[in-house]
């Protein structure tokens, strides 16, 4: 079920309504008064494992029982590490260790099952199928969120969770199974133990927030995916620059609200059932620095990588090379955690020099701002209001340049690329062939024979645009929340009426996270 899907809207309306009538089930399960909070937190803890197990099922039931397999050897392994007094460190290191060959196992055995069953045949063997491997929905998030969990409770900043329910919950929650956000154990259990009451204050904001995810998704998203050429990854060399340079910006808006899409869908969809998400997203592309980009974008992921990768290599470092000036302190951290961010998103030469290319973003920055006067905590140097406007356009381009090799191979990258900057590949538009076309003198099949790009990617990316701009000005995410009811009920009308007609032109396309 795709949390955009008709079956997936029936599926949570029952699930959300059976969540808040547990006093009422209960009175008729025990014949006794209004439920008291340990029944009544039971009751939502199993219903909620219920409904988790029922949409991993609705995926596939391979997915299902490795996933559950996984939730309890790291529930397990939590126990353990909470009476370990001796080897807690040999323990964390094999629950890790675990984790990461359960990535390594499912999500890349694309990578290396080939090798293996090439292997088998030259030795005589056959290949029967039997080696092929599904991988879980969300392995990649889950593996993560697991490893926090170990290291967490290992530093003794969170309590091992006693409640197997309760911690399947954690590691299977539906709404965000498919492309996170990663939760820490310490910050979601609570708030699991403590739902906070559907008012009409709360109902609003989730609703809200789905609201923005549908629109993100299925309206931004979805369209632009649409307008992009099929071919345009595998021979971008067919097109001119110009268009080359449009498409790669309108993939990295639609990138940038699939995934956002998806994140405002999970935390509303959450927000029903009293639990609040983190927020995944900030308006990323009004980044004036890297390293504020990734404080914006994939919220949960950088705060994982800083937490994790960064700051232990970081105290590392600095234990063997005490010298705070020394250039190796501003340069590896940076270069190694985003190479790690590029292969947990999958393994590959494209996806190590995406992560590589972040980190050298980041390196060149921080050298640059060694010689900045220091200022006070909290606050930024001050710069020419022309920097401040210019600083949103350099940081985009630069990372929409970098989506080249996350989204192709090395070879087609090197095409894409190459398209862009040969001079010989900007091209005028056929301005006469449109005057003949305008005329009904001839026929056109597309813009882009006329090297011409299709208008409406400019109304899709402008309502992009627009959407994070009113967020950003005004500091508030359901910034509509606060128009006149006639007006957000015209917009609610209108979100309706696109959604139905785009309906019509099957425009849907799975979340580009979900594979990871």
């Known amino acids: 079920m795709s949390l955009t899907s008709l079956n997936f809207g029936i599926f949570l309306l029952a699930a959300v309504l059976v969540y808040w009538s547990g006093d009422f089930w209960l009175k008729r399960i025990f014949a006794a008064q209004p439920a008291n909070a340990t029944r009544l937190q039971a009751w939502r803890s199993g219903w909620l494992a219920a409904a988790c197990m029922a949409f991993l099922l609705s995926w596939s039931i391979q997915a299902a029982l490795t996933l559950l397999v996984i939730a309890m050897a790291n529930f397990l392994l939590g126990q353990v590490l909470s009476k370990e007094e001796k080897r807690r460190s040999l323990v964390l290191w094999l629950g890790i260790g675990f984790n990461l060959l359960a990535l390594v196992g499912l999500k890349y055995a694309g990578f290396y099952l080939p090798g293996v069953t090439a292997l088998i045949k030259a030795l005589g063997g056959q290949d029967s199928g039997a080696l092929q491997i599904l991988m879980p929905i969300g392995l990649s998030f889950i593996s993560v969120q697991m490893i926090s969990y170990l290291i967490d409770v290992y530093r003794r900043q969170a309590k091992p969770e006693t409640d197997w329910v309760r911690f399947c919950i954690y590691g299977l929650y539906f709404p965000k199974i498919l492309s996170g956000p990663i939760e820490r154990a310490r910050t979601f259990l609570p708030r699991l133990a403590n739902p906070q009451p559907l008012t009409d204050q709360s109902l609003a904001r989730a609703l809200g927030l789905i609201g923005v995810g549908l629109v993100r998704k299925v309206i931004i998203a979805n369209s632009l995916y649409a307008l992009l050429p099929a071919d345009l990854f595998v021979t971008p060399l067919n097109y001119p620059a110009q268009l080359l340079a449009l498409w790669l910006a309108a993939y990295s808006f639609y990138l940038y609200n699939d995934f956002a899409g998806y994140s405002a869908l999970a935390r509303g969809v959450s927000g029903l059932f009293g639990i609040e998400l983190t927020q995944n997203f900030n308006t990323p592309f009004a980044a004036q620095t890297f390293s504020d980009f990734w404080n914006r974008w994939h919220i949960s992921l950088s705060a994982w990588l800083r937490d994790y990768i960064y700051f232990p290599l970081a105290r590392a470092l600095r234990t063997r090379i005490p010298d705070s000036e020394h250039k190796i302190h501003v340069i ?22 995406w992560g590589g290319l972040h980190g050298v973003y980041q390196v060149v920055e921080r050298l640059l701002n060694l010689n900045t006067p220091r200022v006070a905590p909290g606050q930024s140097p001050a710069k020419p209001g022309w920097r401040q406007r210019l600083a949103p356009l350099v940081v985009f381009v630069f990372v929409t340049l970098a989506w080249i090799p996350f989204r192709m191979e090395l070879k087609p990258a090197s095409r894409y690329l190459a ?3 040969l001079p010989s590949n900007w091209r005028m538009p056929d301005f006469y062939w449109l005057k003949l076309i305008l005329g009904g003198w001839e026929q056109l099949s597309e813009l882009s ?32 929340l606060e128009w006149r009811p006639w007006i957000l009920a015209a917009g609610c009308v209108l979100v309706l009426v696109g959604m139905y007609l785009l309906s019509f032109a099957d425009l849907a396309a799975p979340f580009v996270y979900q594979g990871f």
């Open 419 to 421: 398209g862009l900057i």
């Open 332 to 353: 590896l951290p940076p270069l190694v955690t985003m190479a790690v961010s590029g292969l947990w998103h999958g393994v590959g030469w494209n996806m190590l020099l």
């Open 449 to 480: 024979a006329l090297n011409l790009p299709d208008p409406r990617l400019f109304v899709f990316i402008g309502l992009a645009f627009w959407l994070d701009k009113v967020q950003a000005d005004r500091k508030q995410e359901l910034f509509f």
